[in-house]
């Protein structure tokens, strides 16, 4: 069964930039959480959809949103990028509506310049 | 806000040895903890998990031990292996509205010796 997919791998983008991030779940996942890993901040939780529907939201702001689609893969994607964006963004997938064992892409590391 | 875990430490053991990694969580009523792996230019491979209603739980080469008392999570891992190299970290949960939201750890860099 193949993991957790995240495309692109690697990004390079300008200040003031948009970019989108794309993760397709597990086979059968229908729970996609999206993450923010830095070394300073650790895994910060950015938001998580279930069926669709946003479910839960952490603490970013609004240039910071998310889609889900019907066949389970998400989006994210992040406006007006600022030089503090630069991070690993790690999309998990569970199969279940109560989120539990989270499996992990290999993230999108995006730099920001 | 909340945080789990400690600032990066390292532990270094020789091949063979066993490890113990330790993690502190920070809600007296988180019900569910999982522990990752995270190898160098990898996403964070689960390890197991554990929920509140368990001391110890055991898989392939792990156990985790839960002390709710105080409030503490670890991972032992036998036979330490070069391959166990990287980084391990916990994550503590509470089931709110149906779903687990995920408090992580900054986690512990585990070296192993050859």
């Known amino acids: 069964k193949a993991g957790v997919t995240q495309t692109p791998r690697y990004l390079i983008k300008t200040r003031g930039q948009q970019v989108t991030l794309s993760c397709s779940p597990i086979?059968?996942?229908?729970?996609v959480s999206w993450y923010q890993q830095t070394p300073g901040q650790g895994l910060q939780f950015l938001f998580e959809?279930?069926?669709?529907?946003?479910?839960n939201k952490g603490n970013f702001p609004g240039r910071f949103s998310g889609r889900q689609f019907s066949n389970s893969r998400s989006e994210m994607n992040v406006s007006t990028l600022e030089l503090g964006d630069s991070a690993l963004y790690l999309c998990?997938?569970?199969?279940?509506?109560?989120?539990?064992?989270?499996?992990f892409g290999s993230g999108t590391q995006l730099s920001v310049l | 806000g909340e945080s789990v875990g400690l600032h990066l430490p390292t532990l270094s053991v020789q091949e063979g040895d066993n490890s113990i990694i330790n993690c502190a969580y920070s809600?007296?009523?988180?019900?569910?903890f999982i522990w990752y792996k995270q190898e160098s230019g990898k996403g964070p491979q689960f390890i197991i998990d554990?929920?509140?209603?368990?001391d110890k739980r055991q898989g392939q080469r792990v156990t985790v031990l839960l002390n709710k008392t105080v409030k503490h999570l670890s991972l032992q891992i036998a036979a330490t292996q070069p391959g166990d190299s990287a980084v391990y970290f916990c994550?503590?949960?509470?089931?709110?509205?149906?779903?687990?939201?995920?408090?992580f750890g900054t986690g512990t860099r585990l070296k192993v010796l050859a």
């Open positions: 959809y279930f069926s669709e529907t946003q479910r």
């Open positions: 086979s059968g996942h229908r729970s």
């Open positions: 994550a503590e949960s509470l089931q709110t509205s149906g779903t687990y939201k995920y408090i």
């Open positions: 809600n007296s009523a988180s019900d569910y």
């Open positions: 998990a997938s569970t199969v279940g509506p109560t989120n539990e064992k989270l499996f």
């Open positions: 554990i929920r509140s209603n368990m």
